[in-house]
């Protein structure tokens, strides 16, 4: 996996027509020779063949890095084309130019090409969900009526609900019917513009459990459009069985689960609800250093309900990310900053919560943290699989703009994955992941947030949602037998 740093002020721009005759190196020159090499494409050999053009967008967003002089940072393109080969793109421009390359001979459209007309509409990068829960059995919405009538978190949870029956009923379910649930989940995401999705464990718990679930988040990723970047979560709770004897649970996932996760390559990160009544920061810190040897990722569940210190913790142990951060301090966001360690808000769960308080954004922004929003989608927090609602709760609740939450929800989010040089934006060599929506500017996806207005959904180059409707071909239930 490419570790490169975000803020490597290389990377070529300009003009906006990439690919072609130009080199498609963006960096030093290391790593140019195989930057070449993987995308097989050197302008000098021929016509490049282009398999998937989507044209005409009234309004192509394609997001550019930080230091660029585009104040608004989306990269707006008026009139714009994207064309692609084998689920990579070559070139970003406008129509016109895009048109000439062809006329010109540097590209050359495939006999069997899909084209996709984007007249009149808005096309961003394909979304990224930095932070879900989405493997589990087991709404909770009798808990969510009981909340209504007063009950607190900590009431539902001593009465035995809350995250414990969760992680019951996931226990109880099979792989199959995990990943069953894991693809109409998905499927949602999708028709809302999702391409990327991070999932994490968390609600099985035991060594065999947690297993189960991230071989389902595998199989998901293996059959469903989406990206699915799985991370362990063994750390979200202390099991029923370890009550009392939280030291006893930390050394089975030290010493069994973790490197169990590591020997089967199930997950990219390690997270650890780091919170009061949870895991300490010392317990945390033991946790994801143990991690951090096996070559996980690092993410926090930080400063969500108390400051206990989280933010600091990943900065500490370089954390790709810390997440939720409603609580957190001015320490916190500044030691995020120095070590560029992504805040991952997720206003949805606040929101859902019926909280007051939100992440400090505004804050976090103006300290140079760099910046996702995910949905948090979990059973008993927050149910949104949005990323477009999500957008809306932070123009409204966090004071962000639309460019920003734009930002955050693909080249931001993506970042929070380690995943900024391959999804996120739409400029050559990255995946041909976009969304259609039937707008005519960016200004209305956070602004009408209550209706789904994706039209289209490309991922790698493939249409997997048109009109509004599922177009991939979705494999029997059950008739896979790989786990
Ligand atoms: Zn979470």
């Not at 009538?149 to 900590?154: M, R």
């Not at 004897?245 to 069994?256: F, P, R, T």
């Not at 926090?300 to 400051?307: G, K, R, T, V």
């Not at 560029?340 to 954004?361: E, H, I, N, W």
Request: hydrophobic content about 40%; some cysteine.
């Amino acid at each position: 996996m490419e570790k490169r740093s975000f803020s490597d002020g290389s990377r070529s721009g300009g003009s906006k027509l990439i690919g072609g005759s130009r080199s498609f190196g963006r960096s030093g020159p290391t790593e140019e020779s195989s930057s070449t090499e993987s995308s097989g494409f050197t302008g000098k050999s021929g016509p490049i063949e282009v398999d998937f053009l989507l044209k005409n967008a009234g309004s192509l967003v394609t997001i550019k890095d930080e230091d660029d002089d585009d104040a608004k940072g989306l990269g707006l393109i008026t009139d714009g084309s994207v064309a692609a080969h084998e689920g990579v793109i070559v070139a970003v421009g406008t129509t016109a130019e895009i048109e000439k390359a062809f006329k010109d001979g540097v590209f050359v459209l495939r006999n069997d090409a899909t084209v996709f007309d984007a007249s009149g509409c808005l096309v961003t990068p394909g979304l990224v969900d930095a932070h879900t829960h989405l493997i589990f059995a087991g709404w909770r919405a009798e808990e969510f009526a009981l909340r209504l009538k007063g009950a607190s978190y900590l009431d539902i949870l001593a009465r035995g609900g809350g995250i414990l029956s969760t992680v019951r009923a996931t226990r109880r379910a099979s792989e199959d019917e995990l990943f069953l649930l894991g693809m109409d989940r998905l499927d949602q995401m999708l028709l809302c513009g999702t391409t990327t999705v991070e999932v994490k464990s968390g609600y099985g718990l035991s060594t065999e459990d947690e297993i189960k679930s991230l071989r389902v988040a595998a199989r998901l990723g293996r059959e469903h459009p989406a990206d699915v970047i799985p991370t362990f979560l063994g750390a979200h709770a202390i099991p029923e069985e370890y009550a009392g004897n939280v030291e006893g649970y930390i050394e089975v996932l030290v010493s069994e689960m973790i490197p169990r996760v590591a020997e089967e390559r199930l997950a990219k990160f390690v997270d650890v609800f780091c919170e009061e009544g949870v895991f300490s920061v010392d317990q945390s810190r033991r946790i994801l250093s143990s991690a951090k040897d096996y070559g996980f990722g690092l993410k926090i569940h930080a400063d969500e309900l108390s400051p206990l210190g989280g933010a600091v913790l990943a900065a500490e142990l370089d954390a790709v990310s810390a997440d939720h951060l409603v609580m957190v301090d001015e320490r916190g966001i500044r030691y995020m900053a120095e070590k560029k360690v992504s805040a991952v808000l997720l206003p949805g769960t606040s929101f859902f919560l019926a909280m007051d308080r939100y992440a400090p954004a505004r804050r976090i922004i103006e300290e140079g943290v760099p910046l996702a929003l995910a949905t948090d989608f979990n059973p008993g927090t927050c149910t949104i699989q949005s990323l477009p609602l999500v957008m809306g709760i932070a123009c409204l609740r966090m004071g962000l703009s639309p460019e920003e939450v734009i930002k955050a929800c693909t080249l931001g989010a993506a970042r929070a994955l380690g995943m900024e040089e391959e999804i996120g934006s739409l400029e050559a060599k990255k995946a041909a992941d976009m969304v259609v929506f039937d707008v005519p500017s960016f200004h209305h996806l956070p602004y009408r947030f209550g209706a789904n207005l994706v039209k289209g959904v490309i991922k790698r180059g493939k249409i997997v949602v048109k009109d509004g409707c599922l177009t991939y071909a979705r494999s029997q239930p059950g008739t896979r037998s790989d786990m």
